[in-house]
């Protein structure tokens, strides 16, 4: 459509992100504080150092994952909520924040990759309820990912032009 689009992910690729992949999602299991506070820091350096630039660079940046992340995985562990905002604080809001919702069998079911330590069936459970909070509390808009995967692209697409219409970019 002729937008400039930078595209990224949490955990980053600052060294950070990188320890968080070795260590904390493929390593031994580690406190869900430490996961909050490590993904917090990823998070800092990756908006400071990647989001904020390509922003101020005139493009949309799309996100796979971001601090919802943390609120879910962390709050589904039992971590409290305004703890997790608050050192987060910093994390500047997105336009538009979607969540692709699937049951977590399903979810589970579709991993091709070597699991992490976060992706075990009765915590994807909690952390879809998390989620489902966030998209009642309008934090987040729910896209139905049950669909054919050209559907769920369209929806997206479409939920997407709404947004940049709403935005006049």
């Known amino acids: 459509m002729g937008y400039k ?6 955990p980053s690729r600052s060294t950070v992100g990188r320890l968080i992949r070795r260590r904390v999602l493929h390593g031994p299991k580690t406190s869900p504080e430490v996961e909050a506070l490590l993904f917090a820091a990823d998070r800092f350096l990756h908006l400071e150092s990647e989001i904020l630039p390509a922003i101020k660079d005139g493009k949309i940046v799309v996100c796979d994952r971001y601090m919802y992340a943390s609120f ?11 703890w997790l905002r608050e050192i987060n604080r910093f994390a500047v809001k997105p336009d538009l924040a979607m969540y692709l919702d699937v049951p977590a069998e399903t ?7 070597k699991k992490s330590v976060l992706e075990k069936l009765e915590l994807q459970r909690h952390v879809r309820d998390e989620y489902l909070k966030l998209v009642q509390g309008g934090e987040l808009t729910l896209v139905d990912s049950t669909q054919p ?9 479409d939920l997407v032009k709404r947004k940049l219409r709403e935005l006049e970019i």
Request: hydrophobic share 35%.
């Open 5 to 10: 689009v930078h595209s990224t992910a949490e």
């Open 107 to 113: 979810g589970m079911s579709r991993i091709r990759r």
């Open 149 to 157: 995967t050209a559907k769920v692209a369209e929806n997206i697409l």
């Open 72 to 82: 879910v995985y962390q709050g589904a562990q039992g971590m409290d909520s305004r």
